[in-house]
């Protein structure tokens, strides 16, 4: 059996017993981070235009735009609420990316229009999770490192999985709306920084989301695309590409969804998110003042590509600069959701500490090949003062995550922005257990305007 074939009997023979508790759980965390995220977006214009242009296409009134008054189809909804989800790229991290604003707009749109259970949800939300997370795993790195954005470019598979998982197919059309997804497949790093980025995990559910129903309804392709010639892996995968390792163990070791999510504190891209906390701690332990500052040395692998962004002028482009991050938590001794903004980035204190920011990469981490390096995220930080003074901070790795409590305190924060707050309230009592709720269409209307 090839590996289309295992994901898909995987996906749509799984029963619900194999699903524990506590793999529902998870993914309840990240489903409920990620409709809090996309409440927030609709305060922006990128919110605004992404919500219009749904309102615009009309559709069979089925699904919820989260944060608007709109009900739209299935795949226009699901498109929307990724986009809003990952607008503030303040969405959690994990498995092959960005995975619950791919996963959340797929499982609700179609959860909602066919009344599903929160635990069925929640399972398709795991198993997706399951098949992206293991095609990431076994994709390469070079994938990502050839400029696809695997949010996107996985992330419609995963979509897939879940949706067929929530139509009831059986293996045979789950094999064939994974194909249909694999070409469907697309979102390139170019444009991280600017309102497409967002566009990819809801260009990416929505894709899940038609790939599925058109394999309901008959639609062919190739049963065996991610390791058929000229199919899946072999367009973007490459010589680190592993697809037998994809399907190892599969139905066997515990799923991934239980250890791999993180939940941001930060509304910008988690590459900073390791850099950040060291100079907060540097800040405060040292009582620095920007005045004080000579220089700031940022030594990292992850000193180079995307984050490198001395000239970024918009809070989009704030989001994937490490220079304007560096200098926020120098500068405020804290980084909050409303720094990120183009008056801030552009204030003369910003400007002035980012211009005091030096990126390098570990000599030694240089010399190794590309596909080595790629591994290493060791980070130093050094704060160079007038006075002489060098302050030193370090980390072998970002592992910072919101839990419980703080959980619940982000979601209620986002989500009274755009809802009262008794209603940001109820929301997060409605989502914060989906395994007891029966029908998922009737607690859509407590993230929806009234």
Known sequence: MGVTARFAEFVSKTPSSKVPDDALDAANVGLLDAVGTALVANIHDIGKIITSYTDQMGGSPTA?????????SAPNAALANGTL???????????????????????????????????EVLEAYALGFEVGTRIGGGIGADHYGRGWHSTSTIGAM??????????????????????????????????????????????????????????????????????????????????????????????????????????????????????IPMLIDLVHRYEIRPQQVERVDFISNMAYGYLNRPDADTYF?????????????????????????????????????????HLSQDPKVARMPARIAGAHQDQKVVVTLKDGRQLENEIEHATNTLRGHQVDIKFEANASHILPSTQAKQALEAFRDLKKVKDVAGIMPTVALK
């Open 64 to 72: 919820t735009v989260i944060g608007t008054r709109i009900k739209t």
């Open 85 to 119: 989800g990952h607008s503030d790229d303040y969405d959690d991290v994990g498995g092959f990316g960005h995975p619950s604003v791919i996963l959340m707009p797929t499982v609700l749109a179609l959860g909602e229009q066919f009344h599903k259970s929160g635990r």
């Open 158 to 275: 995963a979509s897939a999985a879940a949706a067929s998982r929530l139509l009831g197919l059986d293996a045979d059309h789950t094999r064939t709306a994974l194909g249909i997804a694999a070409s469907l497949a697309s979102g390139v790093q170019a444009n991280f920084g600017t309102m497409t980025k967002p566009l990819h995990p809801g260009n990416g559910a929505r894709n899940g989301v038609v790939a599925a129903t058109l394999a309901q309804m008959g639609y062919t392709a190739n049963q065996d695309v991610i390791e058929a010639p000229l199919g899946y892996v072999a367009v973007f995968g490459d010589q680190q590409a592993n697809i037998n390792g994809m399907t190892t163990h599969l139905g066997e070791a515990p799923l991934h969804v239980l250890s791999a999510i993180r939940i941001k504190e930060w509304p910008c891209c988690y590459g900073h998110h390791g850099v």
């Open 317 to 357: 482009g704030g989001k994937f600069s490490l220079q304007f991050n560096i200098a926020c938590a120098l500068v405020d001794g804290t980084v909050t959701y409303e720094a990120f903004s183009d008056e801030k980035i552009n204030s003369a204190p910003i400007r002035d500490m980012m211009a005091r920011v």
